[in-house]
Every structure is written in C-alpha cells, then in structure tokens.
Nanobody
Framework: EVQLVESGGGLVQAGGSLRVSCAAS????????IGWFRQAPGKEREYVSC????????YYTDSVKGRFTISSDNAKSTVYLQMNSLKPEDTAVYYC???????????????WGQGTQVTVSS
C-alpha cells in the first residue's frame, strides 16, 4: 500500500521560507511522479508543483515560479518543496500526491498524504 506523509509546515512571516517534505513508502519511488497541491479555505485545490524522476519533468504553477523549488531524494524516497519569498496568499494546506501518469495528468494522482498547514502572516 502506498503511503505519503507530509511534514515541515508551520507559521512564517511574509518574505520568509519553509521547506515541506513528502516521504513515500510502499511504491517504487523513482518510477512515479510526485506532485504538490494546496488548498486554501474556501478555494479549490491548486496544482502547485511536480517532479517526475523517470521523465525528468518538473512543473510549477505560474504563481510560484522563481520562489518554490521542488527536489527529490530517491535514497530517502522523499520529495521536498522549498518555498522562499512566501506571501500571505501562499497560506494553505499543502498535500503531496503520487501519480503513475507523470506530471501532466492531474487525474493520475491516486494516492494522497494527509496534508500539512502552511500559514504566512503579513
């Protein structure tokens, strides 16, 4: 059974940085894509970033380009999302998910973590 566990969320002031982690188990980690999504209160879930080690693909939504960096440590089966220059509008619950269809197909993200809260104060 695939399990994903996020960690690293917290409270930070605007302009600060946080790194969230997604540890995976129960899957051949380097054959899948790992995506990060976020959902703020009253808003739809947003696809933020993705890394596919097999295809060498990295994706960022426009609002985080230049501020967020996704990386993967295959030895630890962990994906990181380094978030710099954080803004209040980045406040959300951040979820990681795993897909066997690469980064382009959102519908392929079949397994999800429980989420970690990121709060950016102004």
């Amino acid at each position: 059974e695939v399990q994903l566990v996020e960690s690293g969320g917290g409270l930070v002031q605007a302009g600060g940085s946080l790194r969230v982690s997604c540890a995976a188990s129960g899957s051949p980690f380097d054959e899948y894509a790992i995506g990060w999504f976020r959902q703020a209160p009253g808003k739809e879930r947003e696809y933020v970033s993705c890394i596919s080690n097999r295809g060498g693909t990295i994706y960022y939504t426009d609002s985080v380009k230049g501020r967020f960096t996704i990386s993967s440590d295959n030895a630890k089966s962990t994906v990181y999302l380094q978030m710099n220059s954080l803004k209040p509008e980045d406040t959300a619950v951040y979820y990681c998910a795993i897909s066997g269809l690469g980064c382009s197909g959102i519908s392929g993200f079949a397994y999800w973590g429980q989420g970690t809260q990121v709060t950016v104060s102004s």
